[in-house]
């Protein structure tokens, strides 16, 4: 699976939109990007994922870049409950070897007042 | 709620001691699961189960086996325990066993090895 490097940590004011970033400049064709939150000691929660098209749900929007080699999450308006640990995930479409979701070491964001 | 159910919630057991782990998926999830999350090594892949057989095995260690049950419900056991090993269990499911299905994690076993 292609790997991702997140920056470590990031602030957003309360009411501005948070945009994290994702380099994954080895995404190959069939790679999907996920990304997933946690938020202190809880499951992780899923969030959005897409493979080339931008996708929006009510959680977050997806932008991926044309060569597909980056990618930005956006939380439209950043509350405080949007503080967590933000993972950004590449993982094939198919495979016969299963699939185990690599999670590394993500953005924490916080969110202030 | 993500619908996955994990017991117990906190676990504190001694060294050299066995202790099993329960996961119960959201309905119609075929595919389970398990992540152990310590503080230095962050959210490690164990192993992955799709109705009943073993999919995916990631980091896991060969005193650690899981199964996955006919009715779907898994169970993660832990034998020989060290300290290290005291870590946040988290089992998944999704409805397949591949991507791009998204997984939904309960909230966690909180394994504490004295």
């Known amino acids: 699976d292609a790997k991702t490097t997140q920056p470590p940590s990031m602030d957003c004011a309360e009411g501005r939109a948070a945009n994290l970033p994702c380099n994954h400049s080895?995404?190959?064709?069939?790679?999907?990007v996920y990304w997933y939150r946690q938020i202190h000691s809880q499951g992780p929660q899923y969030i959005i994922h897409g493979l080339k098209n931008n996708e929006t749900n009510e959680m977050a929007s997806l932008i991926i870049t044309e060569d597909r080699k980056s990618s930005t999450l956006i939380l439209p308006h950043a509350t405080l409950r949007d503080t967590a640990v933000y993972y950004c995930?590449?993982?094939?479409?198919?495979?016969?070897?299963?699939?185990?979701?690599?999670f590394g070491k993500g953005t924490s964001l916080l969110v202030t007042p | 709620d993500s619908g996955v159910t994990q017991t117990p919630k906190h676990l504190i057991t001694a060294t050299g001691q066995r202790v099993t782990l329960r996961c119960s998926p959201r309905s119609g999830d075929l595919s389970v699961y398990w992540y152990q999350q310590s503080l230095d090594q962050g959210l490690q892949f164990l192993i992955q189960y799709y109705n009943g057989e073993e999919r995916a095995k990631g980091n896991i260690l060969e005193r650690f086996s899981a199964q996955q049950f006919p009715d779907l419900h898994s169970e993660l056991n832990l034998s020989s325990l060290e300290l290290g090993d005291s870590a946040l269990y988290f089992c998944?499911?999704?409805?397949?066993?591949?991507?791009?299905?998204?997984?939904?994690f309960g909230n966690g076993t909180r394994l504490t090895v004295t």
């Open positions: 998944a499911s999704s409805v397949a066993g591949t991507g791009p299905s998204p997984l939904h």
């Open positions: 080895t995404i190959s064709g069939n790679e999907y």
């Open positions: 995930i590449v993982s094939p479409l198919n495979s016969n070897s299963g699939y185990a979701l690599n």
